[in-house]
Each structure stands twice: as C-alpha cells, then as structure tokens.
C-alpha cells in the first residue's frame, strides 16, 4: 500500500492550520500576523570599553552583513571626504540606532539618505549617532569630544528614555551619568538556533510559544525609590549644554521624540496589539513606561519652546498610522515600514523648516 499521498495531506493540513491561526490572530489582537525575525547583531565584535564617562563605543570601520560602523564610529556606510557634503547627524537611542532590524538597507538613515539623492539634495549625507543604552551624561561628553568634529549642519537631538529608565530600575543607587552594565549591553545580542528560524514565520509557532518568543524580563525597581526629578534635571541640563554649543558652531538644532507603541491613553484593543509584539507591554506601560512618554510629550511640547527650538513630535506620525501597530519589533523599536515613516518625518519637517536649501 502506498503511502505517498500523506504527505500532500499532511501539507495541506498544516497550510489550513497556519491560515486557521492566522485568522485567529487578526481577530483576537487585532493586527496580523508578523513572523519573528529579528537582526542578532555581534555586539561583542563592534562594541569596545572606553574610560569613564562613556564606558563604551562602536569599534570605527567594522563591517559584517548586518551591521557596519564608519570611520566617525557611527552605524552606517563611510561618509564622504569632509567638506564634501553638508551633514546631518541625529543624536538618539536604540530605536535611532536601528536594534533588532534584520537589513541594514531598511535603517532610517539610509532612506533618508536615498530620499535626498532622489529629490535634488544629494549634496546632504545622513550621520546615525544613535547607541543603545546611552544616557544624557556619555551623549553630551560624545558630542563635545567627538561629534562636534563631524561639523553636522543640523543637528537633530533625542535622548532621555535610557536615564529615566536607569534611575527606575537602580534607585538610590542612580547617579548621572551612571552607565548600563557591560553583560547589560553584551547581552543584547541574540542567536537563534537555525532550526528555529523558519519556525519564527509560523503563528502557529508563535500561539503556542508567546510567552517564551515575545516576554521582555521587564525592568524592575531595586527598591521603591525614583530620583524622577534629579534625572529629568539631569536630562535637560546636558541637553542644553549639547544645544548650546552647536548653536555656537551655528548648527540649526532640531528636538525630536521617539513613538512607543502604546501612549497614555490607549484602551483595551490597542494595550492587546501591543501584547502581540511584546508580550509584557501591559507592563513596560504600567512601570518605567508612563515616565517615558510623559518625558517625550514635555521634550518637544515645552523644552524645546523654552528654547526656542523647532521640533518634530515622531509619536503623533506613529500614532496616527492606519497600520499603526505593524511598525513594531517591539514596543521600542521598528520594523522597516517604521524605519521608513521615521526617514519620510524627518525630511519633511526639515523640508518645512527650509534647511536643506
């Protein structure tokens, strides 16, 4: 007897059970199914110790598939000679840097830069200054040692979310300027077993292994004390000092906030998409979460007035997306499509502003 036919059975089984799984996914979370796939970078490799106060840095001119770092020691392709091109370097966190996106082709910067050379800007190059877990302290010391000496034409600031987070988990024992741990930052990097890829298209898959594919040990406070204010003091007073010396360079400053998934009035339909792309986004929002995005809302609508500085809130563009939900790795960082609106906001508020005539 031949058993040849069972294997075409067992195919079309396993395809209706996956569009069967899929379609519940829609209807419960509300978005659809969007495999797992994240770019595991070898932080080990680019990432080097420095003396205190920046402990750390990009390792300038490496180069592997998934992430390069250039000469300026910033993430993305050489720049051009100086003089050559006019720059613009945005200062910012993970989300800037690009974590966790598998292409470095679909890096924010590297659309932006397309963008310029497709719209008559081509003499404008684009500098990625974003690191995954600086603060306010090791970014003002990073600009005034190092980045100042790019000559940025604009500068483009976003910074806050790792100091608030840092004083939530270390309490009495945060001070500025305190830094992640080394195993902190050695241990985001990632590595997939390969017979678990392929598995990470599957939402069958991903129902039945959530919690393990999407948890996030969530940031936990040492004891019940949030130096809150002492942080956004600290926050601002290395902000200004940043701004301060590019206005004397006579770079135009642009504050620019970043857009978690979740805002402060979300309901129970948008809290649940969110618990799609991190499981513990109920509370990431609950905890350290609610600090970060009231930061974010007074950094463009009354920091950057108070100094006279235009801004760009990058939450409304996310929030306001149809799709808004399907920009997401995680609640922090983005899938491509959000790397592009980032690239699209960014042109077109400078555009706005007649910069980059």
Not at 208 to 216: F, M, N, V, Y
Not at 314 to 328: A, G, K, T
């Amino acid at each position: 007897m031949s058993w040849w036919w069972l294997f075409p059975a067992l195919g079309g089984a396993l395809a209706a059970a996956e569009a069967g799984a899929r379609a519940y996914h829609k209807a419960y979370f509300q978005v659809p199914f969007q495999n797992r796939h994240i770019g595991e970078y070898p932080y080990d490799q680019f990432i080097e110790k420095r003396d205190p106060p920046l402990y750390f840095a990009f390792r300038p001119n490496f180069s592997s598939p998934k992430v390069n770092i250039n000469r300026f020691g910033l993430r993305g392709p050489q720049p051009a000679p100086d003089g050559v091109k006019r720059r613009i370097l945005v200062m910012g966190e993970s989300s800037i840097f690009g974590a966790k996106l598998p292409r470095e082709r679909d890096l924010w910067s590297i659309r932006l830069e397309h963008m310029l050379a497709q719209t008559g800007y081509g003499g404008w190059e684009v500098l990625n200054a974003g690191v995954p877990g600086y603060n306010a302290v090791q970014y003002r010391h990073w600009w005034e040692t190092t980045l100042v000496h790019t000559r940025p034409k604009i500068l483009v600031l976003q910074m806050g979310a790792n100091d608030l987070t840092q004083a939530y988990v270390m309490g009495r024992k945060w001070q500025p300027g305190a830094p992640w741990p080394w195993e902190f930052i050695m241990a985001q990097r990632r590595g997939t077993p390969w017979w678990k890829k392929p598995l990470l298209s599957s939402c069958i898959y991903f129902l039945a292994h959530r919690r393990a594919l999407t948890e996030r040990k969530g940031f936990e406070a040492k004891d019940n004390v949030f130096l809150q204010e002492q942080c956004q003091a600290t926050i601002l007073e290395n902000a200004r000092a940043i701004v301060s010396l590019a206005q004397k360079q006579g770079i135009r400053v642009l504050i620019m906030n970043l857009a978690m998934a979740y805002d402060p009035h979300i309901g129970p339909e948008g809290l649940r998409a969110c618990e799609a792309i991190q499981s513990n986004a109920r509370e990431s929002l609950e905890t350290n979460g609610r600090y970060v995005l009231e930061f974010f809302r007074y950094w463009v609508e009354e920091f950057a007035p108070e100094l006279d500085l235009p801004a760009l809130d990058l939450s409304h563009r996310f929030w306001s997306h149809p799709r808004r939900y399907e920009l997401y790795l995680d609640v922090g960082h983005w899938r491509p499509k959000g790397h592009a609106l980032t690239a699209q906001a960014i042109f077109q508020r400078i555009e706005e502003l007649g910069w980059w005539k």
